[in-house]
Protein backbone atom coordinates (compact mmCIF):
# COMPACT_ATOMS: atom_id res chain seq x y z
CA UNK A 1 0.00 0.00 0.00
CA UNK A 2 0.88 3.56 -0.43
CA UNK A 3 0.97 4.50 3.18
CA UNK A 4 3.63 1.25 3.93
CA UNK A 5 5.50 2.31 0.72
CA UNK A 6 6.18 6.57 1.85
CA UNK A 7 7.10 5.13 5.49
CA UNK A 8 9.82 3.26 4.45
CA UNK A 9 10.98 5.53 2.43
CA UNK A 10 10.99 8.09 4.31
CA UNK A 11 12.94 5.87 7.16
CA UNK A 12 15.70 5.79 4.46
CA UNK A 13 15.83 9.05 4.19
CA UNK A 14 16.34 9.46 7.43
CA UNK A 15 13.11 11.69 8.07
CA UNK A 16 10.92 11.77 10.90
CA UNK A 17 7.32 11.88 10.68
CA UNK A 18 7.72 15.67 11.71
CA UNK A 19 10.75 16.50 9.72
CA UNK A 20 9.01 15.16 6.41
CA UNK A 21 5.66 17.54 8.12
CA UNK A 22 7.49 20.46 7.93
CA UNK A 23 9.28 20.40 4.53
CA UNK A 24 6.29 19.02 3.19
CA UNK A 25 3.77 21.53 4.33
CA UNK A 26 1.52 19.03 5.39
CA UNK A 27 0.14 18.22 8.69
CA UNK A 28 1.93 15.57 10.66
CA UNK A 29 -1.36 13.85 11.72
CA UNK A 30 -2.60 13.72 7.55
CA UNK A 31 1.19 12.26 7.31
CA UNK A 32 0.46 9.71 9.75
CA UNK A 33 -2.78 8.65 8.19
CA UNK A 34 -1.38 8.49 5.32
CA UNK A 35 1.47 6.32 6.58
CA UNK A 36 -0.81 4.17 8.62
CA UNK A 37 -3.44 3.59 5.66
CA UNK A 38 -6.38 5.26 6.95
CA UNK A 39 -6.32 7.76 4.26
CA UNK A 40 -5.74 5.69 1.36
CA UNK A 41 -6.17 7.91 -1.71
CA UNK A 42 -4.41 11.16 -0.73
CA UNK A 43 -4.48 14.04 -3.83
CA UNK A 44 -1.82 14.11 -6.18
CA UNK A 45 -0.83 17.25 -4.95
CA UNK A 46 0.17 16.10 -1.69
CA UNK A 47 2.03 12.98 -3.48
CA UNK A 48 4.04 15.48 -5.48
CA UNK A 49 4.94 17.30 -2.26
CA UNK A 50 5.97 13.85 -0.14
CA UNK A 51 8.01 13.19 -3.68
CA UNK A 52 9.73 15.87 -3.84
CA UNK A 53 11.08 16.09 -0.27
CA UNK A 54 11.79 12.65 -0.44
CA UNK A 55 13.34 12.95 -4.07
CA UNK A 56 11.64 10.32 -5.52
CA UNK A 57 9.72 10.01 -9.09
CA UNK A 58 5.56 9.43 -7.73
CA UNK A 59 5.83 6.19 -9.55
CA UNK A 60 8.80 5.04 -6.86
CA UNK A 61 6.48 6.56 -4.30
CA UNK A 62 2.95 4.76 -5.92
CA UNK A 63 5.42 2.01 -6.31
CA UNK A 64 3.88 1.39 -9.70
CA UNK A 65 7.50 0.15 -10.70
CA UNK A 66 8.00 -3.11 -13.06
CA UNK A 67 11.40 -5.11 -11.86
CA UNK A 68 13.80 -2.65 -13.97
CA UNK A 69 12.76 0.59 -12.65
CA UNK A 70 12.43 -1.46 -9.34
CA UNK A 71 16.60 -1.85 -9.97
CA UNK A 72 16.88 1.55 -10.89
CA UNK A 73 15.42 2.64 -7.86
CA UNK A 74 17.78 0.86 -5.84
CA UNK A 75 21.07 1.83 -7.93
CA UNK A 76 19.43 5.46 -7.38
CA UNK A 77 19.61 4.47 -3.58
CA UNK A 78 23.39 3.46 -3.95
CA UNK A 79 24.33 6.69 -5.97
CA UNK A 80 22.78 8.88 -2.96
CA UNK A 81 24.80 7.51 -0.94
CA UNK A 82 27.93 7.81 -2.54
CA UNK A 83 26.87 11.45 -3.45
CA UNK A 84 26.87 11.78 0.40
CA UNK A 85 30.00 9.71 1.04
CA UNK A 86 31.64 11.97 -1.62
CA UNK A 87 30.19 15.72 -0.10
CA UNK A 88 31.25 14.98 3.43
CA UNK A 89 34.78 14.66 2.12
CA UNK A 90 35.82 10.90 1.99
CA UNK A 91 37.19 10.33 -1.14
CA UNK A 92 37.75 6.64 -2.97
CA UNK A 93 41.42 6.09 -1.75
CA UNK A 94 39.92 6.05 1.65
CA UNK A 95 36.84 4.54 1.42
CA UNK A 96 38.48 1.12 2.76
CA UNK A 97 39.12 2.74 6.22
CA UNK A 98 35.60 2.55 6.85
CA UNK A 99 35.37 -0.98 5.83
CA UNK A 100 36.08 -1.45 9.68
CA UNK A 101 33.10 0.52 10.40
CA UNK A 102 30.62 -1.27 8.19
CA UNK A 103 32.06 -4.64 9.12
CA UNK A 104 31.23 -3.74 13.12
CA UNK A 105 27.72 -2.50 12.02
CA UNK A 106 27.08 -5.86 10.44
CA UNK A 107 28.22 -7.68 13.35
CA UNK A 108 26.29 -5.76 15.91
CA UNK A 109 22.94 -6.63 14.06
CA UNK A 110 24.24 -9.95 13.91
CA UNK A 111 24.49 -9.76 17.60
CA UNK A 112 20.86 -8.38 18.03
CA UNK A 113 19.24 -11.30 16.51
Given at each position: ?8 I ?52 L ?51
Amino acid sequence: MIGNNISSIRKQRGFTLSELSERTGISKSYLSNIERNLKQNPSIHVMEKIASVLKVDLKTLLKIASDGDAKQSLDQEWMDFVCDLKNSGIDKERIHEYKIVIEFMKWHNDKRK
